[in-house]
């Protein structure tokens, strides 16, 4: 069974910053492109970062150039997302993703086809 499992939400002050992780199993996504996206309460699915399989080339979101990192350990088939200056705004459930076939990058979310279950972030002002 494929699986996605994200860790490292939880609750941070404005301007704080935060680690996400999510770790595959079931198969290896070392030559595919994985993603993370977040989801607001009564919002639709939105951007965040992707990297390429095997981690030569990265896109984000506008909203998070420059605070927020993305990066992935092969030998752990495991992607991690750095946070850092996070705003209230930044409030959301954080999905990771992989695409089943592709190497590259894609910033719809019909174009990925496995999901992790989320974990809430939740940024205080």
């Known amino acids: 069974q494929v699986q996605l499992v994200e860790s490292g939400g939880g609750l941070v002050q404005a301007g704080g910053s935060l680690r996400l992780s999510c770790a595959a199993s079931?198969?290896?996504?070392?030559?595919?492109?994985m993603g993370w996206f977040r989801q607001a309460p009564g919002q639709g699915r939105e951007f965040v970062a992707a990297?390429?399989?095997?981690?030569?080339?990265?896109s984000f979101a506008d909203s998070v150039k420059g605070r927020f990192t993305i990066s992935r350990d092969t030998a752990k088939n495991t992607v991690y997302l750095q946070m850092n200056s996070l705003k209230p705004e930044e409030t959301a459930v954080y999905y990771c993703?992989?695409?089943?076939?592709?190497?590259?990058?894609?910033?719809?979310?019909?174009?990925?086809?496995?999901w992790g279950q989320g974990t809430q972030v939740t940024v205080s002002s």
């Open positions: 993703t992989a695409r089943g076939r592709d190497y590259y990058i894609s910033r719809r979310p019909q174009d990925y086809d496995t």
């Open positions: 079931g198969r290896t996504f070392v030559n595919n492109a």
């Open positions: 990297i390429t399989g095997g981690g030569r080339g990265t």
